[in-house]
Nanobody
Framework: QLQLVESGGGLVQPGGSLRLSCAAR????????IGWFRQAPGKEREGVSC????????NYADDVKGRFTISRDNAKNTVWLQMNSLKPEDTAVYSC???????????????????WGQGTQVTVSS
């Protein structure tokens, strides 16, 4: 059974950092593009970042560029989202998602992803 498990969320002050992990269980991550999405209370889910199977040229939403970094280690079956300079508006439930792929492409659209983790809460507040 394919499973994605997120961890690393929590409460952090504005300007602080968190590192989210997305671990794949039951399947080899090196055949899947991975996206990170977030959903704040009362808002629609939005794409944050994505990384292709090969890891090059990841995509970022405009409001996280320069602050967030996505990376992957296929040998460890894990993708990370390093979040720096966090702002209160980054508060949301963050979820990772996977879609089978063999290209350098990754998508910002949630409808293109087949497998989802349960999400981890990130709260940025003083």
């Amino acid at each position: 059974q394919l499973q994605l498990v997120e961890s690393g969320g929590g409460l952090v002050q504005p300007g602080g950092s968190l590192r989210l992990s997305c671990a794949a269980r039951g399947f080899p991550l090196d055949r899947y593009a991975i996206g990170w999405f977030r959903q704040a209370p009362g808002k629609e889910r939005e794409g944050v970042s994505c990384i292709s199977v090969f890891g090059g040229a990841p995509n970022y939403a405009d409001d996280v560029k320069g602050r967030f970094t996505i990376s992957r280690d296929n040998a460890k079956n894990t993708v990370w989202l390093q979040m720096n300079s966090l702002k209160p508006e980054d508060t949301a439930v963050y979820s990772c998602a996977a879609v089978a792929s063999s290209t350098y492409y990754c998508s910002d659209y949630e409808d293109e992803y087949d497998y989802w983790g349960q999400g981890t809460q990130v709260t940025v507040s003083s």
